[in-house]
């Protein structure tokens, strides 16, 4: 077995696929993904994503947004794909774009978008500093300034305590 120095020789740690087989187990009352399995398994992916990045614990903030665009059926393969968008001191944007496959059909549909902030925090829970975000790309820069605005968005809403 080979040993790296770093994550970062190995992944993106910024970065996140997750795949899944949606099984008859997560089915809603018409047969396809319940909304809120779905909820769940993007947790998990704004949790994995943010705390790899951090290399601490994390806890969710907020649910910023989700959309579901399109149902998602049973049988087809579904990807997550994760990035971290945005650092402040201590929290963190992580966007997650979903995918799902008719594995059969060859057919890809992005089905849902979602923000989520996740706050990096020590053992007692109190927040810690998160490794500062260097956006290089104009990908990296666009997402960047749009998690951005949309946390001085929020900021603003819980100021006005709508
Ligand atoms: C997340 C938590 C640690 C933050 O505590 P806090 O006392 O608000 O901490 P801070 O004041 O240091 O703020 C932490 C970050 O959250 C941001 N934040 C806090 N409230 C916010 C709001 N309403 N909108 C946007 N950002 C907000 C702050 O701007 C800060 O970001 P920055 O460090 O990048 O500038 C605390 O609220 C908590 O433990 N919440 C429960 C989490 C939980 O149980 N999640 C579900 C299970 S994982």
Not at 25 to 28: E, F, L, Q
């Given at each position: 077995m080979e040993n790296f120095e770093t994550k970062e020789d190995v992944f993106d740690i910024k970065s996140l696929t997750m795949s899944i087989l949606m099984t008859p187990?997560?089915?809603?009352f018409k047969g396809r993904v319940h909304g809120g399995d779905l909820l769940k398994l993007l947790d998990q992916v704004a949790y994995a994503c943010a705390s790899r990045y951090c290399g601490k614990y994390v806890v969710t903030l907020s649910v910023d947004s989700v959309t579901f665009k399109y149902p998602i059926e049973v049988g087809t393969l579904v990807t997550f794909l994760a990035s971290v968008n945005y650092t402040g001191s201590s929290s963190l944007e992580v966007g997650i774009k979903v995918i799902s496959e008719d594995i059969h059909k060859r057919i890809v549909t992005h089905t849902n978008s979602a923000y989520f902030t996740m706050v990096c925090v020590d053992e007692n829970g109190k927040s810690v500093k998160a490794p500062p975000l260097e956006p290089k790309t104009e990908v990296e820069k666009r997402r960047y300034n749009n998690a951005l605005k949309r946390k001085q968005a929020r900021i603003e809403l819980s100021k006005k305590n709508i």
């Open positions: 187990s997560v089915a809603n």
